[in-house]
């Protein structure tokens, strides 16, 4: 059974600093690319960030590039997002999603909830 | 970059039709594909490949492209159909991946 479980999120104040994690597990998770999409409240899906199978190809939203960095330890089958120089506006639930064929999302973590205020 | 609208709403009477639309330039050319999301809860793919199901996703889930607009077409509709549902592509030029803005299904 495919598994993504994410860890990581917590308060933090405007400037600082947060590194999510997400645990795989029940596939091959260095066949597959990863994504971080993300959800403010009452608010809609937005795509963060994407990570090839190798970590040849990595990209990000206009919104957080620059702040944010993903990254992939295939030896441990985690996906990882490091968010810096925090937001109010980057409040939201973060999910890992495993990513088909450069294309659609075929499973999702619960997410973990990362909330920027002082 | 590439923008999926939706309507902000959509209702619809126990055992009849939704339809959802997507709006984009040139949608039809892309891949689309749709989730549905239950309040707490973890978006689902319910369509993928513009009107592929996933196993476990009713017959009443299905899905067409062409031209400016994507539909995601809910039939016979359940009381268990009530949430939010999104479209989503690749988009190409940039490699981003877009959603839409999403559309809140009510059950009357």
């Known amino acids: 059974e495919v598994q993504l479980v994410e860890s990581g999120g917590g308060l933090v104040k405007p400037g600082g600093s947060l590194r999510l994690s997400c645990a795989a597990s029940g596939f091959t998770f260095s066949s597959y690319s990863m994504n971080w999409v993300r959800q403010a409240p009452g608010k809609g899906l937005e795509w963060v960030s994407s990570i090839s199978s190798s970590s040849s190809y990595i990209y990000y939203a206009d919104s957080v590039k620059g702040r944010f960095t993903i990254s992939r330890d295939n030896a441990k089958n985690s996906l990882y997002l490091q968010m810096n120089s925090l937001r109010a506006e980057d409040t939201a639930v973060y999910y890992c999603a495993r990513e088909v064929q450069g294309s659609f999302f075929d499973y999702w973590g619960q997410g973990t909830l990362v909330t920027v205020s002082s | 970059s590439y923008v999926l609208t939706q309507p902000p709403s959509v209702s619809v009477a126990p055992g009849k039709t939704a339809r959802i639309t997507c709006g984009g330039n040139n949608i039809g050319s892309k891949s689309v594909h749709w989730y549905q999301q239950k309040p707490g809860q973890a978006p689902v793919l319910v369509i993928y490949?513009?009107?592929d199901r996933p196993s476990g996703i009713p017959e009443r889930f299905s899905g067409s492209n062409s031209g400016n607009t994507a539909t995601l077409t809910i039939s016979r509709v359940e009381a268990g159909d009530e949430a939010d549902y999104y479209c989503q592509v690749w988009d190409s030029s940039s490699d981003h991946r877009v959603f839409g803005t999403g559309t809140k299904v009510t059950v009357l």
């Open positions: 490949y513009d009107s």
